[in-house]
Each structure stands twice: as C-alpha cells, then as structure tokens.
T-cell receptor
Framework: GQQLNQSPQSMFIQEGEDVSMNCTSS?????WLWYKQDPGEGPVLLIA?????ELTSNGRLTAQFGITRKDSFLNISASIPSDVGIYFC????????????FGKGTLLTVNP | GAGVSQTPSNKVTEKGKYVELRCDPI?????LYWYRQSLGQGPEFLIY????????DSGLPNDRFFAVRPEGSVSTLKIQRTERGDSAVYLC?????????????????FGEGSRLTVL
C-alpha cells in the first residue's frame, strides 16, 4: 500500500491546550479519514473528509482535506484527559483497486 | 452484539504451531478486512473480502497466512507454522462499501483485535 507520512509521532500536552497533527502523501486521494485508537481497542472513526478543501468539525475536533488532495490536518481544541490515544489518518483512492492505508499514528498524551 | 466481534482476544502459542483467529463482522456488511498492527505502528493491510471472495490478498506476508470467508459473513485468519515475528495485534474491520463504487465513504468499523504472542 501507499505510505502516509503522519506527524508528529507523539505529543505531550497539558490539559486545555490545543493540538494539531497532519498527514501527507505523495499521491492524491478521494477521501481522508481520521481515527482514534484507545489502548486495547480497535480504531474508531472521528471525522471523515470527502472533498478537496473541505473543513469539517465534530465537537472539539476540526479536520481539513487539503486543496491538493495530498494532505489533511486534524485539530483538537481544549484537550481533555480522555483525548489520550493514538490518532491515525487513513485514506482510500476509490475505484475497484484501492488500498486502504493508515499512517503510523500520532500518540497523544494529555497531562491533567 | 452490534459491533465487530473478534475471538480470541488473546492467544499465546509456541513457535511452529497453527493458529486461527475469528472475526464476526457487523451484520449486513459485505466488505471485511484484516489488518496487523505491531507496537508503535499503524494497522497494516493484510486482506480484503467482498462477500465470500478475497478481492485483494496482496498484504498477506507469505504463504503461511491464509484467510477464508465461506459464507460471506464470519471470517477466519489462519496462520501456519507461526514465527515469533508474527506476534502482533490482528484487527478485523467491516464496512458496507462495495468495490468499484466511487461514492463509498470508506469508513471502517473495527473489532477490538486479537493479540497474538508467539513464544
């Protein structure tokens, strides 16, 4: 599968701070998806983006689909302890021969 | 239950043994995926089923790995002659997408995974 570059690899923040992470690729995609994985659990979808330039919010989460279709960012505002986990970006390119590829994840630690 | 169910949740085996991991997807989901996740890594694609057939098995690392979905619902991932490097969490996911449908959303619903430890 194609590789996604996700950064930062890890973040240590204080409760209440805002967080930003991003994902880039050398290829263009039709969909960007952001998942969160809690320890011992499978990833759960947080937010999905379907159009270049799209900006979507879900509570304290905001994500954007880059205009070039090669990148996306995820922002978390006013972090809380339960935001701790690994955040993965994910995509597929549509059609009948797509590969579903995940980034390596951003490990978020929130200090109360 | 309403979610994806995976069993066993934990499996410890000895090198060289045979292992089966089971996935029960969300009812009605035609697409089923197996991923492998090593510590500190994102899920790595193994195989994708659309209905009963393996639409894409290009992620299987070698011929010791095999997966079936005989009735288009439950799937079993089979690993022969296990090696220590096979130790990982094996995640199963399902979705309602259809291959070739450009309108699909791509959302995957994951199980909690099966943690395999090969001693």
């Amino acid at each position: 599968g194609q590789q996604l570059n996700q950064s930062p690899q890890s973040m240590f923040i204080q409760e209440g701070e805002d967080v930003s992470m991003n994902c880039t690729s050398s290829s263009i995609f039709n969909t960007w998806l952001w998942y969160k994985q809690d320890p011992g659990e499978g990833p759960v979808l947080l937010i999905a983006l379907y159009k270049a330039g799209e900006l979507t919010s879900n509570g304290r989460l905001t994500a954007q689909f880059g205009i070039t279709r090669k990148d996306s960012f995820l922002n978390i505002s006013a972090s809380i302890p339960s935001d701790v986990g690994i955040y993965f970006c994910h995509h597929h390119s549509g059609g009948s021969n797509y590969k579903l590829t995940f980034g390596k994840g951003t490990l978020l630690t929130v200090n109360p | 239950g309403a979610g994806v169910s995976q069993t066993p949740s934990n499996k410890v085996t000895e090198k060289g043994k045979y292992v089966e991991l089971r996935c029960d997807p969300i009812s009605g989901h035609t697409a089923l995926y197996w991923y492998r996740q090593s510590l500190g890594q994102g899920p790595e694609f193994l195989i994708y089923f659309q209905g009963t057939g393996a639409a894409d098995d290009s992620g299987l690392p070698n011929d010791r790995f095999f997966a079936v979905r005989p009735e288009g619902s439950v799937s079993t991932l089979k690993i022969q002659r296990t090696e220590r490097g096979d130790s990982a969490v094996y995640l199963c996911a399902s979705s309602s997408i259809t291959a070739g449908d450009s309108s699909n959303t791509g959302e995957l619903f994951f199980g909690e995974g099966s943690r395999l430890t090969v001693l």
